[in-house]
């Protein structure tokens, strides 16, 4: 069966340090991977999305970036966190066949910069 | 571009009251419609989801939601919560295409639903 690992669970980071979380998926191949943010009242944001091995999409400019260096691995950095960055992200993936499969979410990752 | 709006922020209910939280969406074109839940300390688990057919669609635990394409909206209903119902729950969207950016989920803002016992 698929399963999606992400970690750390949580993590707090002074201002300008750099950020690296991992997220991992295991039993399926050329998945569509995501990674999303839900910050306070805000809900849950796309931030950026791969469709294959070196291949990312952003969705919004900020402070972040993702990279795909292995078909299901997927990371999200910084080299400087900003008080702004502060939130819950979650990773997830869904079948390269299309998104009617449905998505399938990590169990995310709490980041407090301070 | 698509944009989900959920109406509540937070609802309060006491036990064995129905529920429903309003869901509208924003895409003129074919879409796929979700409700996810998270309870507290857990993963994002998907509720219940429509893609074609009956408008009215059942998922886990007791809940359902009906489509009303004339109203853009996908509400979730319950008869009758309980306690082990509070959790936050979201809405979300994505146009009927595969795969890329089109395959993109949107959320709303989520609604906080707590339940007295």
């Known amino acids: 069966s698929q399963t999606i690992h992400q970690w750390p669970a949580t993590l707090v980071q002074p201002v300008g340090s750099p950020l690296s979380l991992e997220c991992t998926v295991e039993?399926?191949?050329?998945?569509?991977l995501y990674w999303y943010r839900q910050a306070a009242g805000r809900g849950l944001q796309l931030l950026f999305y791969?469709?294959?091995?070196?291949?990312i999409s952003s969705e919004v400019p900020q402070n972040l970036s993702a990279s795909r260096p292995q078909d299901r691995q997927f990371i999200l950095s910084s080299k400087k966190l900003l008080l702004s960055d502060s939130g819950f992200y979650l990773c997830?993936?869904?079948?390269?066949?299309?998104?009617?499969?449905?998505?399938?979410f990590g169990s995310g990752t709490r980041l407090t910069v301070v | 571009a698509q944009s989900v709006s959920q109406h509540n922020h937070h609802v309060i209910l006491s036990e064995a009251a129905s529920l429903e939280l309003g869901c509208n969406y924003s895409?003129?074109?074919?879409?796929?419609l979700f409700w996810y839940v998270q309870y507290p300390g857990q993963h994002l688990q998907l509720l219940l989801k429509?893609?074609?057919?009956?408008?009215l669609v059942k998922g886990i635990k007791g809940f359902e939601a009906e489509f009303i394409k004339s109203k853009f909206s996908f509400n979730l209903r319950k008869p009758s919560v309980q306690w082990s119902d509070t959790a936050e729950y979201f809405c979300a969207v994505n146009a009927g295409y595969y795969g890329g950016s089109q395959g993109n989920l949107i959320f709303g803002k989520g609604t906080k639903l707590s339940v007295k016992p």
């Open positions: 895409y003129g074109g074919t879409v796929n």
């Open positions: 997830a993936w869904n079948s390269g066949q299309g998104a009617n499969y449905g998505y399938t």
């Open positions: 429509y893609f074609s057919g009956d408008p």
């Open positions: 039993g399926t191949s050329n998945p569509n």
């Open positions: 791969s469709v294959g091995i070196g291949q």
